[in-house]
């Protein structure tokens, strides 16, 4: 049985799984699917076409798949898709896509913390920390554990790598390479995210093998397409390095240098 407290607003076509706690004053919409043991504090508000996972927590006046406010959005159905375990602050946003039949879609175990905002079409992986007031522009795609820090803004388009961290009031036009430290305005990467590989349990062996690649790509004044043909000649190929390089070749938007 869920707990739904009398003065929350929830519509009658809308689905909740079993053991969800939907507090007060809370608006669920018509196009709305909770799986089970969820919990809306309070005053929270989850509407459009929204496919909701299990064990999610959602603070008060968080906003979760409302329409987009991207000015190209020119109706059609588009969705908002969130997986399990995850924890959205107060006043966190989620929009929904653009495109009709598209989707913005959230992963599982995520932290976004308050004030942040995931704007149309962003892929979240999992793991992953949106700190207070971080900003995640529309078409931004997010890999598995990484962190972006508070009052850092990412420009729309852009890729956060695996295991990256973005500092504090960072703004950031062009991708994040995996396993990478980024800070400033405008962003640079700074070092390898050695607490980041040590947390997640890379191999001291893979950690080597990164500081090197990193040599060559942001320190060595190469091209990045220099800079990986030098990394395959030189570098041992293991599995984080195989990433790293798969990640620098498949962007165009360029790395974060």
Not at 108 to 114: G, P, T, V, Y
Request: net charge neutral.
């Amino acid at each position: 049985m869920s707990e739904i407290h009398p003065t929350a607003v929830i519509h009658p076509e809308a689905t909740l799984g079993g053991d969800c706690v939907v507090g007060p004053y809370c608006v669920i919409g018509r196009h709305v699917r909770l799986g089970e043991g969820n919990r809306l504090h309070s005053h929270v508000v989850i509407d459009g076409n929204t496919e909701i996972g299990n064990g999610n927590e959602f603070f008060p006046f968080a906003s979760i798949g409302l329409k987009t406010q991207d000015l190209k959005w020119k109706g059609g159905t588009t969705w908002t898709r969130i997986g399990n375990r995850n924890t959205f602050r107060e006043n966190a946003t989620v929009h929904s896509a653009t495109g009709d039949g598209e989707a913005t879609v959230v992963g599982s175990d995520n932290h976004i913390m308050a004030y942040s905002h995931v704007a149309h079409n962003v892929l979240l992986g999992d793991h992953v920390i949106l700190s207070n007031n971080g900003t995640l522009a529309g078409h931004v795609i997010v890999e598995n554990h990484a962190i972006i820090g508070g009052l850092s803004a990412v420009h729309q388009f852009c890729r956060l790598g695996k295991m990256s961290i973005i500092g504090g009031c960072t703004k950031v036009v062009s991708d994040v390479a995996p396993f990478m430290m980024v800070d400033g305005n405008p962003a640079r990467t700074r070092a390898v995210n050695k607490v980041g590989l040590e947390r997640n349990g890379v191999t001291a062996e893979s950690q080597e093998a990164l500081r090197r690649a990193h040599r060559f790509l942001f320190r060595k004044g190469l091209t990045a397409a220099n800079a990986v043909e030098a990394i395959r000649a030189e570098v041992q190929a293991l599995p984080e390095v195989e990433h790293f390089i798969a990640f620098v070749e498949a962007g165009d938007r360029g790395i974060t240098r």
